[in-house]
DNA sequence: ATCCTTTAGTGTATCGTTCTACCAAGACCG
DNA sequence: CGGTCTTGGTAGAACGATACACTAAAGGAT
């Protein structure tokens, strides 16, 4: 096991004490001439010098690693959630710690005290059921937090956050229906245990309110998952919901998925049925996975932007980490647009095509 | 920021010296009396001590942390891959630092120095390009790795690896086409830079080969991938690939694609042209995503146990960086099967079902 | 009473970096 | 010429845990 190239020896071989080859490394250059500094770089890269990240953080108490916590990286949109993130990390020089929360708040906990153990000081969790108070401890403790998909009011908390207006995304995604003609529109989803779910409901019901349709609790199906993730068996739940809503007396026309692997599923339930997608059934999804278009046919859905989200929430939270941001939690609301594919029709009739 | 609790501060508390509390923190009880251990436990829990891994790993030149270098998360397969290798790790006490090698051997290289200057010494890669002399220059230097999909021979190599047999898979896939009565088959893929896609291709041909069927060159489709990457993108290739293939002179009446995602995206090029699945072409794919069964119509595919494959890899890995395992490579290929659903049909018929 | 073992610990150097002091030598000023 | 800056460094004590090399005390054998 070959030994490691310390900052000693390139010092030594460079002719400077440690020190300097410290503050080389640590961007105090305005401290030695450039005679010195030159000779410093040549030592470094003719030793092949790699800095030890675990003596560093023993004395800084930081190391450049973000933590992930997610429900679950077998969700195609959560693997382009960590993708992105992974991306924007290592653009700053950060490696990105994966943990599956599995929607339990017990584990992400558990997760959180284990980051913290690493020396990781800055976390980013997905879309998640933790408590608040939970989260404040850490906050408290030196944690930076960057919230993705939960409400925050600017002021209210001393949390980072960027989120999508799901809200928006729910009605968005309704009023589409509304507009090609459905009157009887259905609701898709695992259990509602996240604010993003909720927020998505809700602005399915205000889309509803606003078309003066009355409200039909019937039309909503809320599926149960067996293991509490719901994410896995998302497409699953999808398949079951869109059977038990098409095979009532008075069906839904429309159906808004609460995401596009319950959508998916949804596709894969109608077909039990014998109904057509979008002749006898419209379907709409949510987070634009990149199966969306692949599908049969390609699904009319709310795009979430995660790439960006996700630069300027990586961006912000190393900010944090690194002190060149302070201040007040930075809420950021990112606009959210629909995408019109060929999975929604007017009711009834051919394809509706956008163009 | 609230300072972390020390071993000596459990020390103070429990009245022993800091080198019996490490004596307990490392399994040597024997040293040590019930009741002197009872006290230390006790202020353990009082004080909430957590262990500083930097010192431990500054110390120890040991960290519980494995690295896991993929193509790309995004990918489905993928993504059930890294859940898999997450837990298999969490049930040992390890955590999962991920690396985006997108199949660039400059990027995976630069992932593992990082890995290792992270203290990481043990690193699953999963289906890469990499060179075998650099992988072997890290195991010199230390690291533990573990590859997956990659042909290695016992003996050939210090390295341990774990895959399926894909060119029994490719044969297998090619075979069903067969029994159906299937004689044009074509194959379909991206840039073949891993061993895992040549030997799937080589499964194809003997299958062919068996049969008693002329290779047609024409039938073999190798798309090429902007990015390099060729894992987002994979359906997007499958669906020109199969567009490309089924509008020839002599189109195949059955496709074996490279993985399920080609597959899917074969489903759309199939569609574009008007092509309808199983009655006009079958399709095969490779690996038995979440989503295959949800396709329309579900689709056939050779399943590889990643679950069960990447329980057994993490653990050998964990025995080598521990030292419970030591000495010649370990070599595991697993069982693999088809699991037939109704993409596949007799050429010019009506689904096959299989019971 | 002496010597040898065993039990139950402890003292302390060490891992590789960082960072707060501290310092030497020249430049500049009046 | 003495004093004060500035420039370009250096010394060395941490950071928290580990593990080798000890040892004090008690028990057993002769």
Redesign the interface.
């Known amino acids: 096991?070959?030994k490691a190239v310390t900052i000693q020896e390139v010092a030594a071989l460079a002719g400077v004490s440690t020190s300097t080859v410290s503050n080389l490394l640590n961007g105090r250059i305005s401290r030695m001439s450039a005679a010195t500094r030159a000779r410093i770089e040549l030592a470094m890269s003719q030793l092949g010098y790699?800095?030890?990240?675990?003596?560093r953080?023993?004395k800084t108490g930081q190391?450049p690693?973000i933590g992930l916590v997610i429900p679950?990286?077998?969700?195609?949109f959560?693997?382009?959630f960590?993708?992105a993130v992974?991306?924007a990390a290592m653009a700053r020089g950060y490696?990105?710690?994966?943990?599956?929360g599995g929607r339990d708040p017990r584990r992400e906990q558990r997760y959180a005290?284990?980051l913290?153990?690493?020396?990781v000081r800055g976390v980013i969790f997905g879309s998640s059921p933790l408590s608040l108070d939970y989260i404040l401890r850490l906050v408290?403790?030196?944690l930076h937090v960057m919230v993705f998909d939960r409400r925050l009011h600017e002021g209210d908390t001393v949390m980072d956050g960027i989120s999508v207006d799901n809200r928006v995304g729910g009605y968005l995604a309704t009023r589409h229906l509304l507009d090609l003609g459905h009157r009887r529109i259905g609701f898709l989803s695992g259990p509602l245990r996240t604010s993003s779910r909720l927020e998505r409901l809700e602005g399915y019901r205000n889309a509803l309110i606003d078309a003066e349709i009355r409200h039909d609790p019937a039309l909503i199906w809320v599926g149960e998952s067996p293991t509490g993730a719901g994410d896995?068996e998302g497409?699953?739940i999808g398949?079951t919901g869109a059977r038990a809503l098409l095979s009532a007396e008075h069906p839904p026309t429309g159906l808004v998925a609460i995401n596009d692997l319950y959508a998916?599923?949804a596709?894969?339930g109608a077909?039990d049925l014998g109904f057509r997608i979008p002749e006898d059934v419209s379907i709409v999804g949510f987070d634009d996975i990149?199966?969306a278009d692949?599908?049969?046919p390609?699904l009319t859905t709310i795009k979430q932007p995660i790439d960006s989200m996700m630069q300027s929430a990586v961006g912000t939270l190393i900010d944090r980490l690194e002190g060149t941001r302070s201040g007040p939690a930075h809420v950021v609301t990112v606009p959210i647009e629909i995408v019109v594919r060929n999975s929604t029709a007017q009711p009834g009739s051919r394809p509706y095509r956008p163009d």
Do not use: D, F, K
């Open positions: 096991m070959a790699q800095a030890n990240h675990a003596a953080q023993l190391s690693i679950s990286v077998a969700n195609p959560w693997g382009a960590v993708q992974e991306e490696q990105v710690l994966l943990g599956n005290e284990s913290w153990s690493h020396g408290e403790r030196g896995v497409a699953e398949r998916l599923g596709y894969a077909h990149t199966m692949m599908a049969n390609p």
